[in-house]
């Protein structure tokens, strides 16, 4: 039996004119303690105006080579309500630390069926996508932009070092009696 809490995508935008980025996950009951969590462990030091978390379950991710190496991958597309779909990709491999980039939203039907138009449209930049994500817009948690301040400005009165200038604290010799 799995012990663990469900997984949550988070994506951290560093500035309000540049994109959401995935820059890694977290382990939460639910999605506002996702929410706390991610601020706790990526926006510690480096800058932040939003966050956010996604269950690692609603991420639709599919790689180039998968796509190519299955023509039929997206199935058949069932009549159904349409929805907005976030499209994320990963173009390079140069940063380790972003996975992928939100780079626009498609109405589809389907997660598959997202995709689909997202690489049908051109919009995208398809031939440089190693990966694609794609994410229903209602799975979102958001950060607040009211709570910006609250959540993301670092404490300017707590001075930070290294971890090099404290230096070594060696194991405390016995004295003889």
Known sequence: MDTQ?????????????????????????????????ARDVFVRRPSAVSLWVVPATAVFARTAQ???ADPAWSGPIMESDAQTYLVFT??????SMTYVRYVGDVTAVTPAHALQQAIASGR???GNVFVWWIVPYSAITRSDPA??????????????????SYGFVGPTRRSKR
């Open 147 to 164: 709570d910006i301040d609250s959540l993301f400005t670092p404490a300017q009165d707590k001075t930070y070092r290294q971890q090099s």
């Open 66 to 68: 998968e796509i190519a």
């Open 5 to 37: 809490w469900p997984r949550y995508e988070v994506f951290k935008q560093d500035a309000a004119h540049k994109p959401h980025e995935a820059v890694g996950s977290v382990h939460a009951p639910d999605a506002a303690m996702a929410l706390l969590q």
């Open 124 to 126: 995208f930049d398809q």
């Open 90 to 95: 990963k173009t390079s491999q140069r940063r």
